[in-house]
């Protein structure tokens, strides 16, 4: 079973004929990846080093530029060009933690756990949906503030109690 209700983004990559993935440690120095273009064709270089989870996420965030057009073109900086790239990135990330932290899966996990008197944390749906912590930790804020949200630790590194 793939983690994070069975998105898997090699499936998805898999699923766009000019879209490949490649692995270079150059990657490393854009974050642990990036996308370029050539012609028709685009790719996804990884940093070979990443583990599962991290490798996961950034699949995910390159697949969903790719999806959107590819991302923004490089140009000059400037003040909008910095808040409107700013901004795309906020959509993609958020859309990385809806893909592989669907809050329907999420809830459940937080029903389940509270069937047996006990709380989960970030780091816990991390190492359950197999995401690193900031992709979590943004599923988790994305959930909102309804009726889960008493379940979730105020301070960092606290763990959730039910009431």
């Given at each position: 079973m793939t983690p994070g209700g069975g998105f898997d983004p090699w499936r998805s990559i898999d699923?766009?004929?000019d879209l490949l993935v490649t692995f270079d440690p150059v990657?490393?120095?854009m974050g642990g990846g990036f996308q370029?273009?050539?012609g028709d064709q685009s790719y996804i270089v990884v940093d070979p080093d990443l583990d599962e989870a991290n490798r996961r996420a950034v699949l995910t965030h390159e697949l969903i530029h790719h999806e959107r057009g590819g991302g923004p073109a490089p140009r000059q900086s400037s003040t909008a060009g910095d808040r409107l790239i700013s901004l795309d990135e906020r959509q993609v990330e958020a859309e990385v933690a809806r893909r592989l932290v669907p809050g329907h899966e999420l809830k459940a996990l937080i029903?389940?756990?509270l069937a047996i008197d006990?709380?989960?944390d970030a780091a816990e749906v991390a190492e359950q949906f197999c995401v690193p912590l900031d992709?979590?930790?943004l599923a988790v804020r994305q959930l909102g503030t309804g009726d889960w949200s008493h379940h979730w630790p105020q301070a960092a590194g606290g763990r959730a109690a039910s009431r």
């Open positions: 699923a766009h004929r990657a490393r120095l370029v273009v050539d029903r389940e756990r006990e709380g989960v992709v979590a930790e």
